[in-house]
């Protein structure tokens, strides 16, 4: 059954990319279609990398001659979007933790209830109320809640698992797309592919005049959104690294100043992961369901607002770091965290992977 | 519900309708467009479209170089073989220097033509996204400045009296309507799709021609501007019409129909015979022909053959290639004589005159001493499996329509004079194309004739 709707949806993939490659009227829109013309017909690792390559602006829908109520039935964010999916689960290691792409929404939810209940039951049955709920300053306070150690070992684990998980699907997503390109890996590909990725160049359009959303004007809301969150997740992701080295490197203990490197870093991008993702859900809400994988939204959700509520929790914490509430919103804050990185390698979180991974082997295919 | 009255109202809902509706709102009058489509579907065969040609004397937009008045005209007198209209030509060609801009001002977007596009990039603008794109930019702005849009609405009748045009009869989602207006545009397109109509111009053949664009393009207000005395320009059985896969849909199927492989090919007809050339010149400039060419065959089909070695040569078609491991299953799977094609097949490779096979230029790879000949890339037939491609007449758009003057305004016969009524777009493209097509052109008269047409309504209606 799972194989059959996977192959239903490829099946439809190829059979769309095959009408859409003898019309090529969308070929100024963007890179999915630019890659596509560079291929005659569509195997299956091809589509897999089309499928990453398209950005769900969903510009092609709106300028679709073929779109439905047309004959041809054409709905190419849609198609994509949902082989996207599969390819999520098809690359995804190890193989039976794909089901989790499934009620992925599910899924993420749990995770966050349980991982939030468990750091909570195991602090009050662990640590001394007085401890938990007094105030605690300077150095090391963080830890006089949860022990060095503890917070370490589970996060050291959590992440490194879902760093290997992530880093193998990748590699799996990668060696895939090979065959069907007769690209080399150049220092140019590197620097096409990250200059897409750091602009969001495809939720621009070719002109940078944006994509659609509501409906078939164009918009750079959600790119902009979008660059919020990404930057926001860059910039807290090296807050922690730079923790990381205070920590080891100058054996200097958090919590830090507010004008230390990590608070900046981590008070900059929790902003973006505030505004980026409230912004990115307010205008799914908005956006048209037509060319939608509306069957995903559950997976795009709960990741943007898990984003939200990790960047909502750390903000109040800093705010009230230095009050007796520090305790409680350091597990609140650590049990959002924990759930994000159980749940990375089987989470929208991927997208952003297998979105550079295939930016990447269209810089080595374009060469301009 | 539609207004009762208005000043300007435009028929159609396509590039030269959208142009004159917007020309005539700038203008400062009221604008009612009425599309018998509905927004799924609008804009007539300018959905299939994704170009227009334009002069310019530099480079502009995404057109290199020059592209002069005298080499679009030239451009023109060669594929019309002389029935144009000069006057209304040459008007057409210098308007096209400024519509870039003019466009783009209004929102549609352009690209540099890219693959595949039959090297135009110095003479057409391609529109970023296609002609759905650049309809999409044209409502939005057009519905931005006021211009009131009903979709679903078709105009079935225009009352004409002494003093011109007085009001149109439209049956739309609230019923049966009339809508009075100062001055009317026409812009509904030809009558392709009206399966009556063709056949009065061809006879029974016109039961398996394939209408490559709209539905909805049924030539009601030609015919009923016709009867009311209105000159037409064009013979009915002219069209723009090129080979497509015989398994398209009956309408809309646009670009993606069409086949690739004919120079690569042999084609028969249903009798197993060779009808023309298949290797004349490259298939960009033979591709127009061949509707016309397969529509004066029996049952209007034929059959393009080709073999194991030139089967990665060609964009293939989206319908699947019919194969066979024998010429003589090939015959079966596609119907036709099997001792005829196997005939066909064998008299064709042994006329083969062997030369350096080379698609990028005019080889020397041609038959010598059979009727009719293949001039160039002529490879035997010989190489298991052989496969097969149906191929139907696909009608782009028919050449009949409506004579203008300069102004856009629509000439009346009988000497009846009536100022307000004009056309634009395919329902006058017969002025400048009484024969033939430059690629782009169709795109160029709306534009250039919607504008025109937009502002003369927008005066006579404010007068």
Redesign the interface.
Known sequence: MEEEIQRSSLGEAERTM??C?????????CATF?AM?LR??FAETDLDYLANLCHNCT??Y???????????DLNVPRTLASLRIDTYQRYAWPGFMARLFERNGLVVSIAIAVSLALIIVLLFAYQDPAVLFSQHTGPGAFYAVIAHYVMISVAGATFGFSVLAVVISCLRFWNSTKPGSKSKLSIGAWARALRNTATLKYLGG??G?GCSTED??WSNRRRYFHQFTMWGFILCFASTCVATIYHYGFDIAAPYSLFSLPVLLGSVGGVGLLVGPAGQLWLKTRSDPRPANVSQYGMDYAFLASLFLISLTGMLLLALRETAAMGILLAIHLGFVLAFFVTLPYSKFVHAVYRFAALLRFGAEMRR | MIPASTDVLVIGGGNAAMCAAIAAREAGADVIVLEHAGKAMRGGNTRHTRNLRAMHDGPVHTLAEVYSEEEYWQDLLKVTEGQTNEPLARLMIRESANLLDWLHERGVRFQPALSGTLNLERTNAFFLGGGKTLLNAQYLHAERIGVKVFYDSEVTGLAIDESGFREAAVNCTGGLQTIRAKAVVVASGGFQANEEWMKEAWGEAANNFIIRGTPFNRGTILRNLMEQSAVTVGDPTQCHAVAIDARAPKYDAGIVSRLDCVCFSIVVNRDAQRFYDEGEDFWPKRYAIWGRLVAQQPGQIAYAIIDAKVVDKFMPSIFPKISAESIADLAREINVPEEALAATVSSFNDAIVSGHYDTEILDDCRTEGIGPPKSHWALGIDTPPFYAYPMRPGITFTYLGLEVDDEARVTFGNGRLVRNVFAAGEVMAGNILGKGYCAGTGMTIGVVFGRIAGENAAREALQ
């Not at chain 1, 490659?21 to 829109?29: D, H, I, K, P, S």
Request: charged share 20%; net charge negative; glycine share 6%.
């Open positions: 095959t009408i490659n003898a019309c090529r009227y969308c070929e100024g829109l630019q013309t005659r017909a510009a092609c709106h300028g679709c001659q073929y779109a439905p109520p047309h004959y041809f070719e002109l005049e078939e004007r």
